[in-house]
Every structure is written in C-alpha cells, then in structure tokens.
T-cell receptor, first 109, second 112 residues
Framework: GQNIDQPTEMTATEGAIVQINCTYQTSGFNGLFWYQQHAGEAPTFLSYNVLDGLEEKGRFSSFLSRSKGYSYLLLKELQMKDSASYLCAFMDSNYQLIWGAGTKLIIKP | IAGITQAPTSQILAAGRRMTLRCTQDMRHNAMYWYRQDLGLGLRLIHYSNTAGTTGKGEVPDGYSVSRANTDDFPLTLASAVPSQTSVYFC???????????FGNGTRLTVT
C-alpha cells in the first residue's frame, strides 16, 4: 500500500531554523513536492525533489532520500509570515499525488 | 493576472440540491484537478483531466461529476448534495501531469 506521514504541528521561534519531516511508503515513485498553505488560502508550490539530495531555494531547502522514503523541508531565518501549514506529497507510479495531512507551523516572537 | 478562478467562494446548500462549482484557468494548462480538503486529512483527488475532452476518477469520485469541454473550464457538479460533502474544494491546474500544481482560492461548501 501507499502512505505518507508528517507531524501535525510544530512550534519554532522567529529567526530560528526548523526542519519538517515527511516519510512515505510506495512501490512507485515519481518525485516529492512541498507546498505552503496559509490559513484560509490555497496551497502554493515550494519545492520538488525527484533525485536524492538537497535542493536549496533561498531560505527554504528540501531534502530527499528515496531509499529511506524520507524528505524534509528546512526553513531558515524564520519570519512570522512563515506561520502556515506545510504539505508534502509524493507522486506515485501513475503520476497521482498522494498528500500528507500537513504540518501546521507556529512561529513565536 | 494569470491564474485560476473558482466560484462561488462559499456556499450553503440544502441536502438533495444540485450544485456546480466553477473553475476557469487562463494559463493554457493541459491538466486540471478537483480536490477536497477536510480537517486532519490530506488533499483528496475527486476527478482530474489530463487534457481537454478527457476526464478520470480520483480517490473519492462518488457523488461528483466533471466535464472538460475546453482547455480553460473544469466544472464540478454535485448531483444531489449530502452533508458528508461539506468541505473546502480546490481546483488546480498544471502544465503537465509531472508539473507543480497551481491552485484556485477554493470554495467552502456547507451541506445542511
């Protein structure tokens, strides 16, 4: 079967670094996506990993290990506007996205 | 501004009524999708269309239907609404099935 898991909620301090983990199980894999979703708004695309390793994009980085079924999103120099839910999703062998329930990130001053 | 427009923004609907949620994109994307988002659950795919003229069933298609008569429009119809269809509905599009999704702002539907 297929499944995906990420923590429900995390809290971090403004200016700090936070790592949001995502684990998945699937027999077919075509990449992993991270999206950001502010409360009451639509998800917006953050990153895509299909090969192992780290992809850096400004303050945000995403890591993938296909052998471990593991990804993380790293947010540096946290700002209050980073308070949001972060959704991970992998693309299966049929190119369908399987979504985690999202991690709500709370930033405290 | 290019993007996806969904209508209505929110709706309260009596059970048993028929309802069509509208979705229009102006990015000329080939693929379009309808998701529902419920508290504590990941986004769940209802129906999708890889290109104009074709549609497919997602994870939770029962009670919903779609059409894709042209590239831009992808309406979602609830033939006879039930309370379990209370949810936030997102329409999305992508240039190809492997590309990142662009989402509309969602429709908050309450079925009473």
């Amino acid at each position: 079967g297929q499944n995906i898991d990420q923590p429900t909620e995390m809290t971090a301090t403004e200016g700090a670094i936070v790592q949001i983990n995502c684990t998945y199980q699937t027999s077919g894999f075509n990449g992993l996506f991270w999206y950001q979703q502010h409360a009451g708004e639509a998800p917006t695309f953050l990153s895509y990993n299909v090969l192992d390793g780290l992809e850096e994009k400004g303050r945000f980085s995403s890591f993938l290990s296909r052998s471990k079924g593991y990804s993380y999103l790293l947010l540096k120099e946290l700002q209050m506007k980073d308070s949001a839910s972060y959704l991970c999703a992998f693309m299966d062998s049929n190119y369908q996205l399987i979504w985690g329930a999202g991690t709500k990130l709370i930033i405290k001053p | 501004i290019a993007g996806i427009t969904q209508a209505p923004t929110s709706q309260i609907l009596a059970a048993g009524r028929r309802m069509t949620l509208r979705c229009t994109q102006d990015m000329r994307h080939n693929a379009m999708y309808w998701y529902r988002q419920d508290l504590g659950l990941g986004l769940r795919l209802i129906h999708y269309s890889n290109t104009a003229g074709t549609t497919g069933k997602g994870e939770v298609p029962d009670g919903y239907s779609v059409s894709r008569a042209n590239t831009d429009d992808f309406p979602l119809t609830l033939a006879s609404a039930v309370p379990s269809q209370t949810s936030v509905y997102f329409c999305a599009s992508s240039d190809s099935i492997e590309s990142p999704l662009h989402f509309g702002n969602g429709t908050r539907l309450t079925v009473t």
